[in-house]
């Protein structure tokens, strides 16, 4: 986790900012209203023609096209498909950035929409349907909004923003990097140098015109483990012939499920271990050779990450030798925890709450979902929040989950993630921070 920062403006936690940051405020929010058709009729031209990971070519030129349109400076190609818009204000002040992801997923939709993706693409080598499955549609619109209100008061703002369009939140394809890891490694937090960054996320099981926030870990490290156990082949009819990796593996994964409900101090930390596909054998009265078995590790807390790690590495080679097979255990860490910097977020609460309503303003539990906006957190002070954008009238139980063919997003919401976003950066440099 980064180095802890202290800002000498923070101190009381409150938002005294000034008359003329007041004035400003109700001017982009007035200006925010004005976009929200524009900003939906984005989102839906994403969501018709979505791109998947490291391919959002189309998606990349659309959003460059739109931030130079604003006299915004415009970077492409940072992390492949990357788009980055920098908009120096008239005044002298911090680095603001603000992010929203680009790829969609490899879905088939469902819903009847008049702009339901008819996409179709190539993931790892298959054939796919494509579709906005997860709300980056809504994200690069709500975000292209908060451009246009920022750029209508360009010689007011007090400092710089950096608006970071991300590809490949999701994941590279197989054999390649992307996403946020590659974005920092190629310097997008760099010239100018960013001091803080916010992003918001959409979400179909949270009331439209809420705002759910949690200071420090809010989204779990995402973690895959890949197991390999040998056996030693025999007829399916004489198994003391040989060393059966299945029945192995059926120990293992039983063991390992020991792991969260013995070995985690639950009443601090959440953490799950999952393992979801097992691949081994080709005939039914063959007992296999080989085995091998993926899953993932989701974890709030890098300590109790670390413990984790080392217990499957034991329990896995321990089980297998005890039946006479041998194992070999891969873990590869995919995203960090999804910290939000808690001095950070104790200041900015308050700019949320006179945006939203201070009860509309919600501190949420933590998720085991992970979110690859945990990199950028690593390098520099972050705070991530979710936007209501659940169906009206409908209840949680009834709505579709993220990653489904029949995901729905309510736009009305999307307004209210314009001014969020707005009103974070404008706060943020009247707040001036001293590091």
């Known amino acids: 986790m980064k180095k802890p920062i202290i800002y000498l403006a923070f101190l009381s936690f409150?938002?005294?900012?000034?008359?003329?940051?007041?004035?400003?405020?109700?001017?982009?929010?007035?200006?925010?209203?004005?976009?929200?058709?524009?900003?939906i009729a984005f989102r839906r031209d994403f969501h018709q023609n979505p791109e998947l990971s490291n391919r959002e070519f189309k998606t990349a030129e659309k959003i460059a096209n739109q931030l130079r349109a604003l006299g915004i400076e415009v970077q492409t190609g940072i992390g492949k498909t990357g788009v980055v818009g920098i908009l120096k204000g008239g005044k002298p002040g911090p680095v603001v950035a603000l992010r929203a992801d680009m790829d969609a997923l490899p879905v088939v939709e469902r819903v009847d929409l008049p702009f339901a993706s008819k996409a179709t693409g190539e993931y790892n080598g298959q054939a796919v349907g494509v579709m906005h499955a997860c709300g980056h549609d809504s994200h690069m619109a709500i975000l292209l909004g908060t451009a246009e209100v920022l750029a209508s008061v360009k010689n007011d703002i007090k400092g710089t923003v950096k608006f970071i369009f991300q590809p490949a939140e999701e994941g590279a394809?197989?054999?390649?990097?992307?996403?946020?890891?590659?974005?920092?490694?190629?310097?997008?937090?760099?010239?100018?140098?960013?001091?803080?960054?916010?992003?918001?996320?959409?979400?179909?099981?949270?009331?439209?015109?809420?705002?759910?926030?949690?200071?420090?870990?809010?989204?779990?490290?995402?973690?895959?483990?890949?197991?390999?156990?040998k056996g030693k082949q025999a007829h399916g009819a004489s198994p003391w012939q040989g060393v059966d990796p299945i029945v192995t593996a059926s120990q293992i994964v039983l063991g390992l499920q020991t792991i969260v409900s013995r070995n985690v101090n639950l009443t601090e930390s959440a953490a799950v271990v999952s393992v979801g596909k097992i691949t081994s054998g080709v005939r039914s009265n063959i007992i296999p050779e080989e085995l091998e078995m993926d899953g993932t590790i989701r974890t709030l807390d890098s300590k109790v990450q670390e413990m984790i790690h080392e217990r499957i590495k034991k329990i896995v080679t321990n089980i297998a030798e005890s039946a006479g097979a041998t194992a070999e255990v891969n873990i590869t860490k995919q995203t960090l925890i999804t910290y939000n910097d808690p001095i950070l977020t104790a200041a900015m609460v308050p700019s949320l709450e006179t945006t939203a309503g201070k009860n509309n303003v919600v501190l949420a539990p933590a998720m085991t979902g992970a979110e690859d906006f945990s990199f950028y957190q690593d390098k520099v002070p972050?705070?991530?929040?979710?936007?209501?954008?659940?169906?009206?009238?409908?209840?949680?139980?009834?709505?579709?989950?993220?990653?489904?063919?029949?995901f729905y997003i309510d736009?009305?919401?999307?307004?209210?993630g314009v001014k969020a976003l707005t009103n974070l950066t404008l706060d943020y440099m009247e707040l001036k921070p001293t590091k």
Do not use: C
């Not at 009238?393 to 029949?406: F, Q």
């Open 14 to 39: 409150s938002m005294a900012v000034s008359a003329q940051n007041t004035a400003l405020k109700a001017k982009t929010n007035q200006k925010a209203e004005t976009l929200e058709a524009k900003v």
């Open 382 to 406: 972050g705070l991530f929040i979710f936007l209501g954008g659940m169906p009206k009238g409908k209840a949680v139980s009834e709505t579709a989950s993220h990653h489904t063919p029949d």
């Open 173 to 229: 394809p197989d054999g390649e990097e992307g996403g946020a890891a590659l974005m920092v490694k190629e310097g997008v937090l760099q010239n100018p140098k960013v001091d803080v960054i916010f992003g918001l996320h959409i979400s179909a099981q949270t009331e439209v015109g809420k705002i759910n926030y949690r200071p420090k870990g809010y989204m779990a490290s995402s973690d895959w483990f890949k197991i390999k156990i």
């Open 411 to 416: 736009e009305s919401g999307f307004v209210l």
